[in-house]
């Protein structure tokens, strides 16, 4: 397995001293998200940025997977927004133009994938119209960034309008061209597969593939030795369907004590390969 760790838990580092620590404690890949943190899209000299993490990423022999999902880039006062179900068609204009933005910088870095998702409704929100947005956005990126060596992966997340795995098979059919973002650990909250069945049921449309600890029910990312995720028939099921892109781990609520996480969930790694 190719495992790489998501930067929102790497928030009080540096980019350039976070990827020397992966690579040392035996990562294969980042998983960036585009932040004010780490390489804010929206800066000036963010493509030079980007090349410049390219180079750092090559030397260290790093994979890359672009994340999407940082809390307050668009809006300082909103979480999440605006997305591609918000009600106003110039919000849902500003979610789009800035997944555009990550999928050019992710050819930059030479990314495996750009993983975005859907957004909540807002109440009063009629969720039929939401969809219809919501395919319209996703084919719309298809249309101008699809069909490139960096995959387009749909993460169904709990509470989204796409909330889960068969939410996913709904859009792909109607919005042909994107892969899905498994996170593993989200199927314990939404959604009838256990996390090693959604990996074997959908083993041929992964883009990427998250891991982490999570309660049944509970939308929050722990540890991988907490929660009630069966991390060894997850990775069991990975070699088995022959998954070769990066194994990622998210651990946003952890960047206070990443100098013990990102160790210890390598550990955890790979005691659950051996097991």
């Known amino acids: 397995m190719r495992y790489a760790y998501n930067t929102n838990g790497l928030t009080s580092h540096r980019l350039m001293d976070a990827l020397p620590f992966l690579a040392d404690c035996g990562y294969a890949g980042v998983a960036l998200t585009l932040d004010v943190v780490h390489l804010d899209p929206f800066a000036p000299d963010a493509f030079a940025q980007a090349e410049k993490a390219r180079a750092r990423c090559d030397e260290l022999g790093l994979g890359v997977v672009v994340e999407t999902g940082a809390r307050y880039l668009l809006d300082p006062r909103a979480k999440h927004e605006p997305t591609l179900v918000t009600a106003s068609a110039e919000g849902r204009a500003r979610r789009l133009a800035y997944l555009r933005l990550a999928c050019d910088l992710a050819d930059v870095l030479g990314a495996e994938a750009v993983s975005f998702w859907a957004g909540v409704p807002k109440p009063g929100v009629d969720r039929a119209e939401a969809w219809g947005w919501v395919v319209d956005g996703v084919r719309a990126l298809v249309d101008s960034h699809g069909g490139r060596a960096c995959s387009l992966a749909v993460e169904p997340e709990p509470g989204m309008l796409v909330e889960d795995c068969d939410g996913w098979a709904r859009l792909a059919a109607e919005a042909p061209g994107i892969s899905l973002a498994l996170d593993t650990g989200h199927c314990v909250v939404a959604g009838r597969y256990e996390p090693h069945e959604a990996v074997r049921a959908f083993a041929p449309h992964l883009g990427t593939v998250a891991v982490e600890g999570m309660r049944r029910g509970v939308h ?38 990443a100098h013990e996480m990102v160790p210890r969930a390598m550990a955890t790694l790979r005691a659950a390969e051996a097991a």
């Open 220 to 257: 929050d990312h722990l540890p991988l030795d907490e929660g009630d995720v069966d991390l060894p028939a997850v990775l069991r099921a990975l070699r088995d369907v022959g998954h070769e892109r990066l194994v990622t781990l998210e651990l946003s609520r952890d960047g206070h004590r």
